[in-house]
């Protein structure tokens, strides 16, 4: 079994049940506090790539700074490398936790979305 890498926010439940259901099920896990260490531009374009999800749909948008920056409306008008630029700028906007073993990419915390991929 590959060693998995989360980017997580302790303080985030959702982060903390991820990794309680990884590690349940024997994985081994580099953990990386998003907001200490946030992914790079190249990491993140990576990430969208690999997770099929595109960089618009990888904010956190109940978080504080989202809501503060009012990007709701603006995401959505936003061209890819403007909305990685500005996920890169801050761990707080990335949508946790990212879970990668280098091949495979999930973001968010989905149980069945899980459970095919890192079970």
């Not at 024997?26 to 990491?43: K, N, S, T, Y």
């Not at 978080?63 to 996920?87: F, N």
């Not at 801050?90 to 459970?115: A, M, Y």
Request: charged share 30%; aromatic share 8%.
């Amino acid at each position: 079994m590959k060693k998995l890498t989360v980017y997580h926010y302790p303080q985030c439940g959702t982060c903390r049940k991820a990794i309680q259901w990884l590690r349940g099920r024997g994985h081994e896990l580099e953990l990386v506090h998003i907001v200490d260490r946030p992914p790079e531009r190249e990491q993140l374009e990576e990430f969208s790539r690999k997770s099929g999800l595109e960089p618009a749909k990888m904010f956190n948008t109940s978080g504080q700074v989202y809501r503060e920056l009012g990007l709701k409306d603006r995401v959505k008008t936003m061209s890819p490398e403007e909305a990685i630029g500005l996920l890169a700028s801050n761990g707080k906007l990335v949508k946790r936790p990212i879970v990668t073993d280098g091949d495979k990419v999930t973001v968010g915390f989905n149980e069945k979305q899980f459970e095919s991929t890192w079970g």
